[in-house]
């Protein structure tokens, strides 16, 4: 055998099996020997070349293609998930209808419009406050609820409504950002206060609320989901895009219960003081997360999530 092959198969030979990280290692050593011709003579530079690709290749561990491959949870999507899918309505036909043709009835019957629900969180606003009276907003949070208000503003849409929760600091953010929305209607909600939706897995241990809040909170936060977050009625002729202002709780709990996610998970996420959360309803009832706690139109002095 030849003195350099032997060299070769020496280093490798005594080389342990090692993990993806410890290829990384080898290539590099591998390679940095070769070019200083601790294998043998120097190479021409088509020559090291090779040699390298050939030490990436007895590098790189053997995977096998199912190792990779993501497998399917099993949990199939829902299309009904908002109980508006045409198709389960009355089997697709209207009560006293007379059309002798049930298909042009069903499609009469189908969305055809895109639903835009931009979520926004409320600025921060005084923790030291002992009622939600006192919880208003800091002069950080108004700043704060300016910016959202050019953001959204700046981004030309047409908005049929802006509903907001009934909680002060909410409601302070929801006016601010009004201004910049001229004509828009302004709504308020109870549904949409903040509370605790549903126990979060895994558990953290600076929050706890008891089983009584859960029960109560969680019932009312459903409720405003089910009011809120579904497809276009078969009316609704053109998309539309509707701001809801309320708490950061109420945002995680309705992304993961749209996306059909753990609605448990709903703690793993966090978001900004006048973040937005974009939400988009196809009028199939698919559902798209656009952005989730977007806060990229702010400085990063006036970043907060309080």
Known sequence: IPEEKRRRLQFYSATPK???EGSAALLLAAATADSRGYFGERRTEAGSRWSKLSVLQAAQPAWAATSITPVPTGHAWDVNWDKRDPSTLSNGKKKGSTTEDPRSEQDNGKPKATRNILLIRHSQYNLSGSSDKE???????????????????????????LIHSSMTRATETAHIISKHLPGVELLSCDLL????PIEPVPP???WKPDAVQY???GARIEAAFRRYIHRADPKQKEDSYEIIVCHANVIRYFVCRALQFPPEGWLRMGLHNGSITWLTIR???RVALRTLGDAGFMPPDKLTRT
Do not use: C, F
């Not at 907003?137 to 409504?161: C, F, I, M």
């Not at 206060?193 to 605790?196: L, P, Y």
């Open 193 to 196: 206060q903040e509370g605790a």
């Open 215 to 217: 029960h109560e909170d």
């Open 204 to 206: 953290v241990t600076h």
């Open 135 to 161: 919880h208003i907003l800091t002069p950080l949070g108004r700043e704060q609820a300016e910016l959202t208000g050019h953001r959204l503003s700046s981004l030309g849409l047409k908005y049929d409504v």
């Open 283 to 285: 009028p199939s009832g």
């Open 18 to 20: 090692l993990n993806s």
